[in-house]
């Protein structure tokens, strides 16, 4: 039986996009294999996000040229935000590719591999869900992004923003609930933007409601990424309120100082994203506040930067994602702005965050020890359980003998040991939870005020 392997770099849409792909090459009778080299196909999927994911991608396609020119009969594929809309300086460079695909385009592939196999995709290949999915799992809700921030060259990648049906998602979901999913994420570029294109202009809170109650085998909601400008009071409500919807909020902030705000922009300012975070904060008490900045930004100077790390210090989030500039291609930063911070002052200013980050997570997760949290288990890491608690926190954990917790199982476990990074803890004898304590309101209530 032929065989696929997909090798994927990038965020959370890529990985997406990836279990997608290899959804479609199912159907079409292939079978997964961990080893590239032994694979019949082999697709790449890209990110060029920063430099050094694109120089991975480059090496990863370089790699595969000797594969290539031994086995001219097998069929290598490059999808992902490598591949724009024009494809000859990637043709020219690597042309024993044998085809390129923009995100979310899966159809070529599908195609071509359907005429080597003598399998026609039409009646085999369709809708790609992810077929032999993990317990917890990503859904791409909304495509695309139509901010053009400066610095970001997904818009020219993955296009203008573009919504899928609300009763599509939900049919969705329930397909990977069947399939044994506890939990997903709702994915977008910007994923509070959901939407405003569709009949009726739902949004993403009619989304959190219509997956919450009408898919109750869905255990756990997250989504990501939210965008200040679009987050608004009914989607901060629909997290407070819906009780399988986790309280957990990835917001980026990018920047702490006004004028760099201005130069991304990204369309408000240090006043009025601080505002905001106090706004979900005082809404859905114990949220775990997630964000993501950039050092070095053309023109930051060092007190400029200075706002950002107050900014880290002030807000004290539960996880920080800080990246050191990097010049993408036809962005207006590019275009426009000179990369004039040296690079070693990038890897300073990206130092600086990591160490005042790792002081607060110290702190924060210190202040669980003794508690219990609700996890969702989600594998096994050196003998161990491990799971995320309602606020994505990473817990490792010993189940009780008389008491063995399974995939999926939602477990209370009471933290015996914290890190920045993790917290450590064990099953309790009546460990699991039933389904009715996990959606009980003060139940929710209860571990939320804990949490802290």
Known sequence: MPTYHVWTVGCQMNKADSERMGAGLEQLGLDWTDNPKQADVIVLNSCVVRQQAEDRVTGMLTSLKPWKQRFPEKTLALMGCMVGPKQDDLRKRHPYVDVFMQPQQFEPLIEMVGDKFGVDPDGCAGPFVPGHPSVTTHVPVIHGCDKFCTFCIIPYRRGREVSRPVAELVEECKMLAARGVREVTLLGQNVDSYGHDLPGEPDLADLLEAVHDRVPEIARIRFLTSHPNDMSDRIIEAVAGLPRVMECVNLPFQAGND?????????????????????????????????????????????????????????????????????????????????????????????????????????????????????LVDGRNKDRWQGRARTDKLVFFDDAPSAPVALGDLVNVRVTKTTPWSLQGRAPENGALDDARADSPAAVAERRSAWR
């Open 259 to 375: 004028e760099t705000l201005a130069n991304m922009r990204r369309g408000y300012t240090n006043a009025q994203y601080r505002e905001l975070v106090a706004r979900v904060r005082e809404t859905v008490p114990g949220v775990a506040m997630v964000t993501d900045l950039i050092v070095g930004f053309p023109g930051e100077t060092d007190a400029q930067f200075e706002d950002t790390l107050d900014m880290v210090r002030d807000l004290r989030f539960d996880k920080t994602h800080a990246a050191m500039y990097s010049v993408r291609p036809n962005t207006y930063a590019a275009r426009k702005l000179d990369d004039d911070v040296p690079q070693e002052e990038k890897r300073r200013r990206l130092k600086a965050v990591e160490a005042a980050q790792e002081a607060i997570l110290s702190e924060i997760n210190a202040g669980c020890f003794g508690s219990t949290q609700e996890i």
